[in-house]
Each structure stands twice: as C-alpha cells, then as structure tokens.
C-alpha cells in the first residue's frame, strides 16, 4: 500500500520569507498524482499544488512551487514571499493514475510570525 | 454553483445513536468518497463510490455504511455510534481521471 510521510509536525516562518514543506512518499507505480492540499482554520480542505508523475517540470501557482524528485519519492511545496493568509494545516496527499483514492500525509501546521 | 455540500456541520450523539451525514454534489461527479480526520492521523478513506449504485470500503470502513442510489448524494450512516468515531467527516468528490478531488466543509461529529 502507498504511504505518505509528513516529517515536520510544524513549521514557522517570517512574513514575507519563503518556507519549504517536506513529503516523501512510497509507492511501486509509476503513474500517479500527488498533491499539497491546504486546510485553514475554517476546516475547509483547498487544492495547493498538483503534479503529475509523468511531467518533469515541477508545477508552479503563483507563489507555491513544488521540488519533485521522482528517484526520491520526494515532493516538497515551497512557499514565496509568506503571508498571514497562508497560515493553515498542509497535506500532501497520493493518489495512483488509475484509481481516485488519496493517501494523505499527517500534515503540517504553518505558522506565520508577523 | 453549490459544489459539494455536508450536513449537519456539527453533531453530538451519545453512544448507540444512529444518525447519517449527509453529502451531495451538483458538478456530476461519477466518484465520491467519505474520509474522516483525527487528530495527528490526517484523513484516511472510510468508503467510496464511483457510480451510482457501486460502493466499496476504504481504509477504515467499520462502523460505517454507506449506499449512492443517486449521482448527486452519497449519505454515511452511523448505525451504533462509538467514542471511536468522534472526529471531523468530509465528503469529496472528482470527475474519474481529471485529478482534483473537491471537498466538502466537513461535519464534526462528537460521541458521548
């Protein structure tokens, strides 16, 4: 079975600083998806950031980047230019190309020091 | 546009109680699924659908059931509620193949 592993329970950064998020992740496929999911404190669960295997580049929204290293199982969501908004819980989360089950990470408590 | 909504948004049953969260979604989304969230546990799948009449268990199916009689709806029912099963439910749903799975805002359910 795929897992998901979120090593930094939390994270702190400066207004305006760029902070990076680490996942690593298990799996025998080499179809799949994976994604950064954010969870403010209202609850609600927003899309970040998806990356699809097969795509070398590594995805890019606005101030959110991810690092993909396939060879690794690793991908990292890389924050720029922080802001207060972007405080919230962050899951990474695994899905295979075939199947629209998620696997979700532990999660990532961010906070934003003003 | 509604997305996906849940109800009630928060519960409190005392142990035995059944009850059922409700789910729908207004985008046609062939697959849906309910996930709970613990505490330092993230969200892990409790039971899903990719069509109307064709459900299956998730990681953590027990004490759950679930049936999708509609596209639109896919209810969870609780049949005897356990302490066990405090813990914030949410409904999701994707169109097969397209990626995104959206999310409902999620009911928190206390068992006493």
Same mark, same amino acid.
């Given at each position: 079975a795929q897992t998901v592993t979120q090593s930094q329970p939390e994270m702190s950064v400066q207004e305006a600083e760029t902070v990076t998020l680490s996942c690593t992740y298990d799996t025998s496929e080499s179809d799949y998806y994976l994604f950064w999911y954010k969870q403010p404190p209202s609850r609600q669960m927003i899309l970040v950031i998806r990356q699809e295997a097969y795509k070398q580049q590594n995805a890019t929204e606005n101030r959110f980047s991810v690092n993909f290293q396939k060879a690794a199982k690793s991908f990292s969501l890389k924050i720029s230019d922080?802001?207060? $908004?972007?405080?919230a819980m962050y899951f990474c989360a695994y899905r295979d190309f075939g199947n629209e089950k998620l696997t979700f990470g532990t999660g990532t408590r961010l906070t934003i020091i003003p | 546009n509604a997305g996906v909504t849940q109800t009630p948004k928060f519960q409190v049953l005392k142990t035995g109680q059944s009850m059922t969260l409700q789910c729908a979604q207004d &985008?046609?989304?062939?697959y849906m699924s309910w996930y709970r969230q613990d505490p330092g546990m993230g969200l892990r799948l409790i039971h899903y659908s990719v069509g109307a009449g064709i459900t299956d268990q998730g990681e953590v199916p027990n004490g759950y059931n679930v049936s999708r009689s509609t596209t639109e709806d896919f209810p969870l029912r609780l049949l005897s509620a356990a302490p066990s099963q405090t813990s914030v439910y949410f409904c999701a749903s994707s169109s097969? $193949? &397209?990626g995104e799975q959206f999310f409902g805002p999620g009911t928190r359910l206390t068992v006493l």
């Amino acid at each position: 079975a795929q897992t998901v592993t979120q090593s930094q329970p939390e994270m702190s950064v400066q207004e305006a600083e760029t902070v990076t998020l680490s996942c690593t992740y298990d799996t025998s496929e080499s179809d799949y998806y994976l994604f950064w999911y954010k969870q403010p404190p209202s609850r609600q669960m927003i899309l970040v950031i998806r990356q699809e295997a097969y795509k070398q580049q590594n995805a890019t929204e606005n101030r959110f980047s991810v690092n993909f290293q396939k060879a690794a199982k690793s991908f990292s969501l890389k924050i720029s230019d922080s802001q207060l $908004g972007d405080a919230a819980m962050y899951f990474c989360a695994y899905r295979d190309f075939g199947n629209e089950k998620l696997t979700f990470g532990t999660g990532t408590r961010l906070t934003i020091i003003p | 546009n509604a997305g996906v909504t849940q109800t009630p948004k928060f519960q409190v049953l005392k142990t035995g109680q059944s009850m059922t969260l409700q789910c729908a979604q207004d &985008m046609n989304h062939e697959y849906m699924s309910w996930y709970r969230q613990d505490p330092g546990m993230g969200l892990r799948l409790i039971h899903y659908s990719v069509g109307a009449g064709i459900t299956d268990q998730g990681e953590v199916p027990n004490g759950y059931n679930v049936s999708r009689s509609t596209t639109e709806d896919f209810p969870l029912r609780l049949l005897s509620a356990a302490p066990s099963q405090t813990s914030v439910y949410f409904c999701a749903s994707s169109s097969v $193949g &397209m990626g995104e799975q959206f999310f409902g805002p999620g009911t928190r359910l206390t068992v006493l």
